[in-house]
């Protein structure tokens, strides 16, 4: 259920209620007002007013429909007693599951390279949310809800500045809590790239900027952290919240706003001092917590940032740029937390900048950093190509280093950097991997890089971090980048690891291509029933409507596929695919974000249920002139389940319902295998993109369901 709690100070907090704090709501439940604390605004006014109540659809559900309140105990009590929610897996609390970064679950015990297979595993349900998801699910065990019992949760940031709390498993047909930190009516709203009918800011993420980087949570003190970007009244703000991950409230009197400025004489710099620009800097790095301090990373603007917070106190201990004399040297990673090692010693690549460190200055664009406690620079290291990646914007940083476990070799701490590349910087026309020693990074050579070995990548280089496993026999990572950056992908590729050295090619690689390459994770007993996942997103770059595909493969050799989850799109089709995805592995179950929803797989049960099947997920209307319509687009609805389907309505919902109009032929019964049609126009009333839902009430599990769609007037 949503719930809510104390006035909060200095944001805009609103937390919706299901009812009173307590109680328990079943799937048909409904309330029509949103208690705001700070504004007593009726729900009916909220940006999100109609959009589907955030619900899960549980496609293999053991109870065969709906689960019954008892139904959902029994359930939640035998799982507390299964192998797979045992209390050695401790969670996942950070971006690529830890600090170093390097995407392992050395715990799960259920998935096996024997039982995931399109015959016995695939999409359980899905959660639907208010936006598209940036940030990587976190996952929690065993966390006390007031009021609600003891559940595995799973916890979801948006684009829309929500955070949700689901219930792990599909026990709860509603988030356990819900915060937005958004209130339209008063002027609060996420930060669109576009004000006025004219782009303002990068349009990277689009069309809004809410949560992009993954938040951290300190299990001890059960304290979610995470930066929120808002617009109040044409103000921009970004605040620094720190939630009770049990109830959602704010905690240690957060929220903060960020500001900072540092000396130095680069753009933007007024009288030798250098500003944090809150408007234009995206936080997209995932944050971390190390030793009580917070750390986190920008870009987007004209310079890069790196901020420490007391994890505590919640007040700013002290602010960094990459590039204080110069310009650029943003922090972004395609979305890798900054890393840090089991010493204290903290680790971030840098994207295209100025760089002088060579000459005693002060600038480190293109190159990877370390750092000891504070934000003093410890050492450092450039490529003796960093001239030509400026100039070709061919950044270091569009990837964050891994750090890897001890080593064998001669050096026994290494990390791995690799990000754009291949022409015209390097003469191989591939794109390096670079394999650093931890102890010394190797700093600026103009010759020759200093460092422990070069590999030949991709050959267009990586917008997407590796993952690392040690298995029985052989030790890997694991890496998919680009040929082209206009969306050609390239292969998931394994490598492997002797003595601390990579092989120089790759060992194995997969069948199939990432369209913009792709972050994979490992699950993983020990060293044993190794599986490598991975999230394609088929669109491209820019935004799009296609279904995200979720990929399985033996970590022994990739080039053996266990599972896609476009072998049985009626099942396993999932939400429209979101760029820089980590999939998220935890006890027997795949978290996967996408635009406009959370879908888990898992293993499969028995159900007797109707199922909704969209022919797409999403729809893209192209530039539409203002006061005009488009023409038509069609999509289908399919009863993929077993028994009839019961549909009760279909509404437009969101943030621009008037740009957006349907009619259907999907009303009453729909027969087992049997669809209708769905047609929407669009008629923009404004330059700039618009938003919407088409809202589907049913009988199947889920509703209501959504479809996403997105234009743009001219």
């Known amino acids: 259920m949503f719930r809510f709690a104390e006035s909060l100070r200095a944001t805009p907090t609103a937390r919706w209620p299901l009812g009173q704090i307590g109680t328990t709501m079943n799937s048909s439940h409904r309330v029509s007002c949103l208690e705001d604390y700070l504004t007593r605004r009726l729900r009916s006014n909220n940006f999100f007013s109609a959009l589907p109540w955030a619900s899960v659809k549980v496609f293999k559900s053991l109870t065969n429909g709906w689960l019954a309140p008892c139904a959902a105990l029994l359930l939640l009590l035998l799982a507390s007693a299964m192998p797979g929610v045992s209390q050695t897996f401790k969670g996942v609390f950070t971006e690529h599951n830890d600090k170093a970064r390097t995407g392992q679950n050395l715990n799960e015990k259920v998935l096996t390279p024997q039982n995931v297979n399109s015959k016995t595993f695939g999409k359980l349900f899905s959660y639907s949310v208010d936006g598209q998801i940036y940030a990587q699910p976190l996952y929690v065990p065993n966390v006390a809800i007031p009021g609600q019992g003891t559940h595995n949760v799973v916890y979801v940031a948006t684009q829309n500045d929500s955070v949700y709390a689901f219930d792990a498993d599909g026990l709860s047909s509603t988030p356990l809590w819900q915060d937005s930190f958004i209130n339209p009516p008063q ?59 049990t109830t959602g409230a704010e905690k240690l009197g957060g929220p903060v706003v960020i500001e900072a400025a540092v000396p130095g004489t680069g753009f933007g710099s007024v009288g030798g001092i250098l500003p944090f620009n809150k408007k234009q800097d995206i936080q997209r790095a995932g944050l971390l917590l190390l030793n009580g301090i917070i750390y986190i990373g920008w870009a987007g603007a004209e310079h890069g940032w790196i901020m420490t917070y007391n994890a505590t106190t919640l007040e700013q201990v002290e602010a960094f740029s990459p590039t204080p004399n110069g310009k650029l040297g943003g922090v972004w990673q395609a979305g890798s937390g900054l890393a840090a090692d089991t010493r204290g010693n903290i680790y971030v690549a840098i994207g295209d900048g100025v760089f002088d460190a060579n000459s005693g200055g002060t600038d480190y664009g293109d190159s990877v950093l370390r750092f000891h406690g504070n934000l003093s620079v410890q050492d450092y290291f450039a490529p003796m190509d960093q001239a030509c990646r400026l100039t070709n914007d061919v950044d270091l940083g569009s990837a964050g280093p891994i750090l890897l476990p001890k080593q064998p070799g001669s050096v026994a701490n290494e990390l791995v950097i690799a990000g754009k590349g291949g022409d015209p910087c390097d003469p191989s026309g591939t794109a390096p991997i670079y394999l650093l020693n931890q102890d010394n990074l190797g700093k600026y050579d103009a010759k020759q890089d200093q460092i422990v070995e070069t590999v030949a990548g991709s050959a267009h280089g990586y917008w997407s971090n590796p993952t690392y496993w040690q298995g029985q026999t052989a030790t890997n990572l694991y890496m998919a980048g680009l040929v082209a950056e206009s969306g050609k992908g390239d292969y998931l590729k394994m490598y492997s690891l002797s003595q601390g050295m990579l092989s120089t090619s790759p060992v194995a690689q997969s069948a199939n291509k990432f369209t913009i390459g792709a972050t994979p994770s490992i699950s993983a007993h020990g060293g044993s029933n190794g599986i490598v996942w991975a999230i394609e997103r088929s669109d491209g770059f820019l935004i799009g409507h296609l279904p995200a595909i979720l990929y399985a493969y033996d970590a022994t050799n990739i080039s053996t596929m266990l599972y896609s989850s476009a072998q049985v799109p009626s099942r396993d089709q999932g939400g429209c695919g979101e760029k820089f995805q980590v999939p998220t592995i935890a006890n027997g179950k795949v978290y996967v974000s996408t635009q406009n929803e959370l879908d888990v797989f898992g293993l499969l049960g028995k159900s007797s249920n109707p199922n909704v099947f969209l022919s797409a997920p999403c729809h893209v209307f192209g530039n539409q002139k203002v006061n005009t319509t488009s023409p038509p687009y069609t999509l289908k609805l399919t009863n993929s389940g077993s028994v009839t389907m019961q549909i009760t309505g279909l509404t437009i919902t969101g943030t621009n319902t008037s740009n957006f109009s349907e009619t259907d032929t999907c009303k009453g019964s729909l027969l087992v295998g049997k669809s209708c049609s769905i047609t929407i126009k669009f008629e923009p009333s404004a330059v700039g993109p618009q938003t919407a839902y088409v809202t589907i009430a049913d009988n199947a599990p889920g509703s209501p369901h959504n479809v996403f769609m997105i234009g743009a007037g001219k």
Do not use: K
Not at 202 to 224: E, H, L, Q, R, W
């Open 187 to 245: 002027g609060i709203t996420p930060v669109s790239c576009w004000s006025g009918g004219l782009q303002v800011m990068a349009c990277s993420v689009y069309p809004i900027y809410g949560i992009t980087g993954t938040p951290v949570i300190d299990p001890t003190t059960n304290t979610m952290y995470l930066v929120a970007r808002t617009l109040e009244n044409g103000e921009y703000f970004q605040r620094l919240h720190a939630l009770d991950i």
